[in-house]
T-cell receptor, first 111, second 115 residues
Framework: AQSVTQPDIHITVSEGASLELRCNYS??????LFWYVQSPGQGLQLLLK??????LVQGIKGFEAEFKRSQSSFNLRKPSVHWSDAAEYFC?????????FGAGTILRVKS | SAVISQKPSRDICQRGTSLTIQCQVD?????MFWYRQQPGQSLTLIAT?????????ESGFVIDKFPISRPNLTFSTLTVSNMSPEDSSIYLC????????????FGPGTRLTVL
């Protein structure tokens, strides 16, 4: 069965510092991969997605992610974090029209 | 992308009662999904709701507990029946637009507390 692992439950970064959130997936074929963000009390917002082609994908809010097939990874990055980025981030893989989510990483931003 | 609303946004209910959650989309969509997010946990798919057919439930979820309606291409309801405190969760609906099944957009969620 397809699965997604987000190894970091919590991450704290300073405002202005760079960010990398890790995501590893288990999937037999070429995966469709997603990153979503959930701000407190809100639903999920799609940040970016990878279907095929260029392995570096750009998303909204200055985020990007790189698909590395050899490492089964799809890590999310941002060069300079803003306080408003504090939220929970979910990596997901599509499997048969369904999304399988990782456990999520809570990002805290300190000033 | 589709704009999705859910009602109610939150509710506090007594055990043994039922709550119906509504999901409304501003455009016609082929597939609608219902997820549960238990406190401090990730999202788990409850069922997929397609218009004109019975909902398809995931392992561990049954129709008697979570009946779903999908009367048209813009609306769905999820009922949480005979509630217990373990049903306290955020319930989210999502939609996938026609021809783009891989990409789902989520509603704001319904925060349910069962006492």
């Amino acid at each position: 069965a397809q699965s997604v692992t987000q190894p970091d439950i919590h991450i704290t970064v300073s405002e202005g510092a760079s960010l990398e959130l890790r995501c590893n997936y288990s999937y037999g074929a070429t995966p469709y991969l997603f990153w979503y963000v959930q701000s407190p009390g809100q639903g999920l917002q799609l940040l970016l997605k990878y279907f095929s082609g260029d392995t570096l994908v750009q998303g909204i809010k200055g985020f990007e992610a790189e698909f590395k097939r050899s490492q089964s990874s799809f890590n999310l990055r941002k060069p300079s974090v803003h306080w408003s980025d504090a939220a929970e981030y979910f990596c997901a893989v599509e499997s048969g029209n369904k999304l399988v989510f990782g456990a999520g990483t809570i990002l805290r931003v300190k000033s | 992308s589709a704009v999705i609303s859910q009602k109610p946004s939150r509710d506090i209910c007594q055990r043994g009662t039922s709550l119906t959650i509504q999901c409304q989309v501003d455009s016609q969509v082929t597939m609608m999904f219902w997820y549960r997010q238990q406190p401090g946990q990730s999202l788990t798919l409850i069922a997929t709701a397609n218009q004109g057919s019975e909902a398809t439930y995931e392992s561990g979820f049954v129709i008697d507990k979570f009946p779903i309606s999908r009367p048209n291409l813009t609306f769905s309801t999820l009922t949480v029946s005979n509630m217990s405190p373990e049903d306290s969760s955020i319930y989210l609906c999502s939609v996938a637009e026609r021809g783009r099944y891989n990409e789902q957009f989520f509603g704001p969620g319904t925060r349910l507390t069962v006492l």
